[in-house]
């Protein structure tokens, strides 16, 4: 499972930071190409949800939320900006989103610009939703924020219209560094969500085992279906151990560890999809599968 390859690239994380509507998942999809919903419209509590992998030949952009962050203005608890300063040293990149159509904060109102004073990484602000403004009231507005803050570059885009995002993409691309590509590159966009969902039981998996099952246990999605009218997604899935033991393990005693990955990963699967989702899980032992090439392949490695 050589996902790393020796070819350096723009490769990194980039935290994307915004209150609820301000346009996150118009954000992603218009980037990602597509017309798919990756950003969770509720509350979350994890932190660090990978909402959106971008990829591309000579760069691999891992987009994550980061909540409990999200409210630019109310007053943030010491606990909240101590999380918010420890998340945002992690990533490479800050994007901080608002509205265009709001009027800007006060700088003694908002907390954010504060939290970001606190950390090294360097923040874009985005401005969304200029298509609602007039033309004249954008470099005011620019001016407004530059004044809050030393900020990498301020883009002001339409997520919505599409107007502005390669400049977003540009500007991300110089605060970027080198690296390897972290997830494979061809994962096809519409399967972004399908690979998330993946992700997220195979880190259940490595969280709740206490570590006793390696990370290169391998998930694989076997039906992934949407019920639109009933707002249901059901998904069947497959962790491939390489031992008994593992399996006995994952499983747990009377199936119960199993219970506890699987209704964890769904909670976390429904506040990405955004719906219900009915989640099932077996556990199946593929000897030796990190060294079986032709059974790699077939997991889309
Ligand atoms: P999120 O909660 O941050 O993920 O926000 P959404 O992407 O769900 O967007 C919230 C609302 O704002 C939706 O009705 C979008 O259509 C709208 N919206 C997002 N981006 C734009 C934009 O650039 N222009 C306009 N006019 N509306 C936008
Ligand atoms: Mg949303």
Redesign the pocket.
Known sequence: MNLAQNELIKSGVVSLV?????????????LLGQKI?I???KPQTTRNRILGILNDKSYQIVVLDTPGIHDATAPLNKEMVRLAVETMSEVDVIVF?V???HSQPKREKSQFPRCLEEVKTPAILLI?????IGREKLLPLIEAYRIQHDFSAIVP?????N?GTDLLLSELLKLLPEGPRYYPEDIPTAETERFIVQEIIREKVFLMTGQEVPYSTAVVIERFKEDVEKQLTTIDATIIVEKNSQKGIVIGKGGKKLKEIGSAARLDIEKLLGQKVLLKIWVKVQKNWTRNPGFLKELGF
């Open positions: 915004g209150p609820p509507n301000v346009g996150k998942s118009t954000l992603l999809n218009t919903s950003v969770s419209p989103m509205d265009a159509s969304n939703k200029i298509d609602l885009v339409s997520a919505l219209k107007d």
